[in-house]
């Protein structure tokens, strides 16, 4: 029902202090040896490892820039308020994969994988339709076969979701912040489809080891004894992935590789300020650059994340009575609070906001892929002329579906529970939340009458959520629009043996095994080409994708009310109702549909991208400052370093909201050509160790200044030995020694002479944008 102004304001207010405690993550458990062991994707039968090709497939790949704005704007992951961007470590990517049918070319369907913290309903709604006004050939791609996923990274500019209780944190909607997005992403579609060609592909699994734990294990072994006995892990440590290769004359030449696995991307901590795509961004980088080919793609897609945790050394209190003891293991509560427990990355300890520990989860994602890429023994074609996509969407406020056991059961309207306001151990909450609340959350009563101002939940949806406490009941609150979604994505992609459950959330470990196996044992029963024991469906989970829904637990897990509990918005019966969903669509993925009833699109979800609010300062004017230029050098760089230094340069500086330079740069280093006596590009910002800082210096006055330092210890790995303020307890991690330089690069030697390069856009008080650069002096790495 509509409200008077008033109480919206006040429960804008509140939900705002709220919001900046709600992270997100949780509890670690000890790592185990060996960094990595390739094998087999487990078959019936390994004799197709021996095949050379499967069937032939359209296929093409391509990545475009979708770095929003790098200062100014908060973090969208955890959702704390005080986290505001100041520049740019690493640029952000979409990345695109396009499989079709050789034969039937329309029959294609499109992965995405952004380096965002999710797929979003306003975003994938923009993507379509800058799709559809490309026309043409571009008509194929639609509603049904498009998937756009995120890789879960918590360092990236927010702003840009659709619903309204994402955006409270980030001061609302920034349609620069969208439309970066938007507009990479057809980019890397454009390029994908430009460069579709016959080809073939591949699917491998390798174990990775180090690279992940379970933050939340007190909720993992509420799933019965005889599940969890089948699996030696509570998180799936299998990386799977599909390698893309275009045939030739010449031979076959590997154009992209497509990874899933399974590890949050909150390596960078809540306390970390620059723009990175965390360890899964890392990965890809490292990945792309070993190849030594820039038109290669490699996207290292999330899976089932929702309690895995890249901070494998466990989760400790930092402080009070209990320091240096792990968080209790049901609650993950010091001395009855939240928030001294925290968890530890490999590199924990050192005041890097998470740097290290993101470089050194991605590298372990990094060399799990790249040994399993180049295992010849280890890949097994796809074979079958089947490609195939469906879509639709659900209304899940009220999804009324049977059990196997012919229970009728129902989702709710979404709602959060107590324990979402306790966020994790990677991003503890405030006030006096705590994790492992059903029922009688044992919490101040004011948080009662807040939750209540929003929106008070009748008895029905209380009985609904069952051991759920509502604090928000957001699926019922529509002021000033929806605070999350009721309408759901349900989407699946098939190419020969290969399936892709496109999950708009973040599935569990046993949620997404459940999930998995009932799509490969329905798929073994519906098709009647997998009735060789040599040919068995491949299925992987994808996402979160296309509209947030924040957590998809097991009904087990659901009970004791951890904080994926607490976030799994429909209620109990979340993951079962997609299954039903997945598995009464799955036969419109056979070779022949048209016996088939129409499968119906579903009620389209609101878009709020011209209806949001927003309390976002633009940027008014840029001013150099009394005698000053734009790119002036303030502070110049050293003459003379060793490799492994840190060389810096503070410029007179302008905001770079102006111009996000996609595609571009704004921090170069450029390197000395003696042979040419000309300067070449030698670094930029798609590089880790070169790193972009912006500080405003007035306000008032509108001047502001950049520093561009590039960290030599990166390219040297000299990074790994600075260890005097860091907890390592993972030894194995002293194995991996992966550096920036590319693996076969036979020149790494930094010696020569460089200078760095600062690119910026000044905004004048009537509007009007010019591009300026600067340039530091000359320095030699001796």
Known sequence: MPRSPLPVLVLALVAFLLLATFNVLH??????????????????????????????????????????????????????????????????????????????????????????????????????????????????????????????????????????????????????????????????????????????????SARVEHANTNRSPWAYLQNPIEERS??????????????????????????????????????????NTLVTGDNKGVAAALFEKSTLDPSFVAGFSQTNVGDTSPNVLGAYCESGEQEGQQCDFKTSLCGNKTQPCHGRGPYFGRDDSGTASAFEIGSRQFEGARNMFDNATAWQPVKGQVVKSLHQFVDFSNYRFQLQNGTEVRTCPAAMGYSFAAGTSDGPGAFDFKQGQPGDPHANPLWAVVGNALHKPNETQKACHREKPILLDVGETETPYLWTPNIVDVQLLRVGQFFII????????????????????SANSAFSEFSDPEHEPVVV????????????????EYTVQRYEGASTLYGPWTLPAYINLT?????????????????????????????????????????????????????????????????????????????????????????????????????????????????????????????????????????RDDRAKSSEQDTNSKDSHTELMPRDDPHPDLRGKYRLRYYGDAKALGGKIAPFDGTSGEFTII
Do not use: C
């Not at 990345?95 to 499109?110: Q, Y």
């Not at 559809?132 to 890789?151: D, F, K, M, P, S």
């Not at 046993?510 to 044992?521: I, L, P, Y």
């Open 27 to 204: 509890r670690l458990s000890p790592s185990v040896p060996g960094l990595w062991t390739a094998d087999a994707f487990p078959t019936k039968s390994n004799a197709l490892h021996h095949r050379k090709d499967g069937d032939q497939y359209l296929v093409g790949v391509g990545k475009g820039d979708i770095t929003g704005p790098v200062v100014e704007i908060n973090f969208m992951g955890y959702a704390d308020s005080a986290q505001v961007g100041r520049g740019l470590r690493q640029r952000l990517y979409s990345r695109a994969f396009i499989v079709g049918d050789a034969k039937t070319p329309e029959d294609r369907f499109v992965y995405l994988v952004l380096d965002t913290q999710s797929g979003d309903t306003a975003v994938r709604h923009g993507i379509l339709e800058g799709i559809r006004q490309l026309g043409g050939e571009y008509a194929v791609y639609g509603q049904h076969n498009v998937a756009v996923t995120g890789t879960h990274s918590h360092s990236g500019p927010g702003a840009w979701l659709n619903y309204l209780l994402p955006q409270i944190t980030s001061k609302g909607f920034d349609k620069a912040s969208y439309q970066a997005i938007v507009q990479g992403a057809i980019e890397s579609i454009k390029q994908a489809h430009e460069r579709l060609s016959p080809g073939h592909l591949e699917t491998a």
């Open 230 to 271: 089948r699996y030696g892990d509570d998180v799936d440590k299998q990386m799977t992935a599909l390698r893309f290769s275009h045939s030739a004359e010449t031979g076959t030449k590997h154009i992209g590789v497509l990874t899933w696995f399974a590890v949050h991307g909150t390596s960078m901590l809540g306390n």
């Open 502 to 521: 496109v999950s708009p959330g973040e599935a569990t470990t046993m949620a997404g095994r459940r999930w998995r196996e009932a799509v490969q044992t």
């Open 541 to 556: 989970l994808g996402g979160p994708a296309n509209t947030y829904t924040h957590y998809i637990t097991t009904p087990e």
């Open 583 to 719: 598995l009464n669509a799955l036969p419109h993925l056979g070779a022949s549909t048209k016996d088939l009833p129409h499968l119906p699109s579903g009620p389209s979800p609101p878009i709020f991208v011209n209806k949001s609010l927003s309390f976002i300062t633009p940027v008014v004017v840029d001013r150099a400052g009394i005698l000053k230029d734009f790119g002036q050098v303030l502070k110049d760089v050293e003459p003379v370093h060793s490799a492994g230094n840190t060389i810096s340069a503070t410029f007179v500086g302008a905001n770079p909201r102006n111009n996000f330079r996609l595609g571009q740069s704004f921090a170069v280093v450029e390197r000395a050509n003696e042979n040419t006596a000309s300067w070449e590009e030698y670094r930029n910002d798609q590089d880790w160790s070169l790193v972009y800082e912006w500080k405003r210096t007035s306000t008032t006055l509108g001047t502001s200044e950049v520093t561009i330092s590039w960290e030599t210890k990166w390219e040297t790995g000299s990074w």
